[in-house]
């Protein structure tokens, strides 16, 4: 972001939310105003010295004016040109600077769902400007405890975890000697989920879901029918489907599990799929921008409580309201591990490998009985209005 810096300006900059951004000067070639998570702004002057890329911290604002930091900048921007200016060693490396280098070097080319992991480490912000080899364990402990007592309970668990995996890279990268938090214990008890939605909270999320219009009414439905993760669902792509042989494969670019999963269409998501509109020039099924899939997935799920009544639920627990009624229909485990593409165990070893494209014709069977299913609640619940869905064959 490039303008022409002015003190009202420069006040006016909101604290970073997800990472630190700079605003650079229209004005004196180089200088920019870097602004962190705690809203502090320091001067920088991005400058090649010795045929190397500095990044030159000045100062920070507002101990150091506008004017001030433009005059400074124009004497180091003058020395280097004369060859003079004394080049002074890097300065270290803070958990600000590292976290953008760990999110783009270790977690995007591992894990597709890598944004929580960025959210998290936010939660170190008030770390972020402290150089990572001064980070010690008690520093952490005291994020820990703040979230704990702000009631995050598993989150914190999920911030440690990543805290922890970040300073194991940089030990493997050389940036740190050693991990300050490697011994440190898990500070939340962890409580598994299984709450499984009931007949009628099925029934009541996909009549909630009908007040949404597209795209979030036929996304909501087809995370019920397929039992799939809302992230997959969601990206879902024209060209991964097949609707003449109703079908859906999710590449193993997108699927959490980096395997390709096969989902077979029963008649009423195939025929939610054919009645939706295109976006024209993109493959998204659901946008509303043509550039990217939806998101807002918490919002959509605040309206669908509030509207169907049913609560104390997340998206998550469809894939295991699907799985149990699976189950109480009589479908096999590894048939519902196929369905939901999880690698649990049921199948393993060479058995996993020479299985992996296998169970097509049964997981469709498995995905047509709980779709059938779906569609006898919706009907019997609106007989009374004789209204009843109809799809064809």
């Known amino acids: 972001m490039r303008k ?32 962190s998570y705690t809203g502090a702004k320091v001067w920088c002057l991005a400058a090649t010295v010795k045929d190397r890329p500095r990044r030159i911290k000045l100062g920070t604002y507002p101990v150091l004016s506008l004017a001030d930091a433009r005059d400074k900048a124009r004497d180091i921007l003058r020395q280097i040109q004369l060859g003079i200016f004394e080049d ?15 999110i783009e070097l270790y977690a995007k080319p591992r894990n597709r769902s890598w944004k929580p992991t960025e959210r998290v480490l936010a939660k170190f912000a008030a770390l972020h400007d402290k150089p990572i080899d001064e980070i010690k364990r008690g520093d952490v402990v005291k994020v820990l405890d703040d979230m704990l007592a702000a009631g995050m309970g598993t989150g914190t668990n999920r911030a440690l975890a990543a805290i922890k995996k970040l300073f194991s890279w940089c030990v493997d990268r050389g940036t740190l000697d050693a991990n300050p938090v490697a011994a440190l214990k898990a500070p939340a008890k962890e409580v598994s989920r299984d709450r499984v939605l009931s007949n009628s909270e099925i029934v009541a999320c996909w009549l ?40 859906w494969t999710i590449p193993a670019k997108r699927a959490k599990n980096a395997t390709q999963h096969v989902v077979p269409l029963a008649r009423l998501a195939l025929s939610i799929l054919k009645s939706l509109p295109r976006f024209a020039g993109s493959d998204f099924v659901f946008t509303t921008t043509g550039a990217t899939p939806i998101s807002g997935f918490g919002r959509l799920k605040a309206r669908l409580e509030k509207a169907s009544g049913a609560d104390d639920w997340r998206m998550h627990d469809i894939r295991r309201t699907v799985a149990t009624n699976m189950a109480m229909m009589g479908v096999q485990p590894h048939v519902i591990e196929a369905v939901l ?53």
């Open 4 to 35: 022409k810096l002015t003190p009202k300006l420069i006040d006016s900059l909101p604290a970073a939310m997800t990472k630190r951004y700079e605003v650079r000067d229209e004005i004196v070639t180089g200088l920019m105003v870097r602004v």
């Open 208 to 247: 909630a879901a009908e007040g949404e219009g597209f795209p979030f009414e036929p996304f909501a439905k087809l995370v019920i029918l397929t039992g799939q993760r809302r992230g997959e669902v969601a990206g879902m792509q024209w060209s991964e489907l097949d609707l003449t042989n109703a079908t």
């Open 88 to 102: 002074e060693p890097e300065a270290r490396l803070t958990l600000g600077d590292v976290i953008p280098q760990f």
């Open 341 to 393: 593409n999880h690698k649990s165990g049921i199948v393993s070893g060479v058995a996993a490998v020479y299985n992996r494209h296998a169970y097509t014709q049964e997981k469709r069977e498995a995905l047509t009985k709980w779709a059938d299913h779906v569609e006898a609640l919706i009907n019997a619940d609106r007989r009374n209005q004789g209204q009843v869905l109809s799809v064809a064959a």
